[in-house]
């Protein structure tokens, strides 16, 4: 059959496996089966939003977010990033200047790239409200999610969406966490913003692009290995961030010790 959303087997696994990770309820019919965490991103701008909205990014942030949003045809503003996460009241400053047409913020929500910064609980509450006040959608990269030095103290963006008024993408994968060639990764929104993600032309022909590859994941998922091996990874690179931390101020330097993620 036609599995536009990726093979329920694996959406169901992966569900199993997030409910684990994150100490929250997961439903599978909430989850779809991307290539990485970009095509994620990427169906989301150019499914939601059309040329001549505007996006919002945090400044720094993950620069090849522009071309997808370049490539949908939006445009781009920059607000500033402050040490609890995006600062809103810079973006309700381009929201009201810009009336109507601010349609996506993408924000690195967890152990930001490049700064290691996670957006506090507080903040991603009053982001989800600003998006149904001013009608955009938020495109949550939470690339780094599982991979704490530390609890984060956050959940997923999508824990803080309405469900009546869905505006959340939040974008998961396994390529920060089992290596860079696996590309598999996910969306995890209420289905009303899920559905039309597989209306791209290259899926309604081809079908979801990772069914084999995602499979191939499923035994690493179910049978623990993997969640060892994050509790591996996340100890190693832990222990790497504080030496790099360490020697930045032997030098001198002050540095903002990440939680967790590849930024320091």
């Known amino acids: ?9 694996f959406r169901q696994g992966l569900a199993k496996f997030l409910e684990g990770q994150y100490g929250a309820p997961v439903d599978w019919k909430h989850l779809m089966s991307t290539v990485g965490a970009s095509m994620g991103t ?14 919002v990014v945090e400044e720094p942030t993950y620069f090849l977010s ?4 370049r490539n949908a045809g939006m445009e781009l503003r920059g607000v500033p990033i402050c040490p609890d996460g995006i600062d809103l009241d810079a973006l309700e400053k381009v929201c009201e200047e810009c009336k109507g047409k601010v349609k996506m913020v993408y924000t690195v929500s967890v152990h930001h790239n490049p700064t290691g910064i996670t957006m506090s609980n507080e903040k991603r509450a009053k982001l989800i409200e600003m998006a149904k006040k001013y009608d955009f959608f938020v495109a949550s990269d939470e690339a780094y999610q599982l991979l704490n030095f530390e609890p984060s103290g956050v959940k997923p963006m999508f824990y803080h969406d309405d469900p009546e008024n869905p505006k959340v993408f939040s974008i998961g994968t396994f390529s920060k966490l089992i290596g ?3 590309k598999v990764g996910w969306v995890h929104a ?16 081809g079908n979801n692009p990772v069914i084999f590859s995602s499979m191939n994941l499923l035994h690493f998922m179910e049978s623990g290995a993997l969640a060892k ?8 690179l832990g222990e790497r961030a504080k030496l790099i931390c360490k020697k930045i101020r032997d030098v001198g330097l002050e540095v903002r010790e990440p939680k967790g993620g590849y930024f320091v």
């Open 180 to 182: 860079p060639g696996t």
């Open 229 to 236: 091996h994050i509790e591996m990874v996340s100890k190693d």
């Open 1 to 9: 059959g036609a599995y536009m959303l990726g093979h329920p087997k």
């Open 190 to 205: 209420h289905e009303k913003l899920l559905k039309p993600l597989t209306s791209i032309g290259w899926i309604d022909s």
């Open 66 to 69: 522009f071309t997808m949003a």
């Open 42 to 55: 990427d169906l989301a701008m150019r499914v939601h939003c059309k040329p001549g909205d505007i996006c």
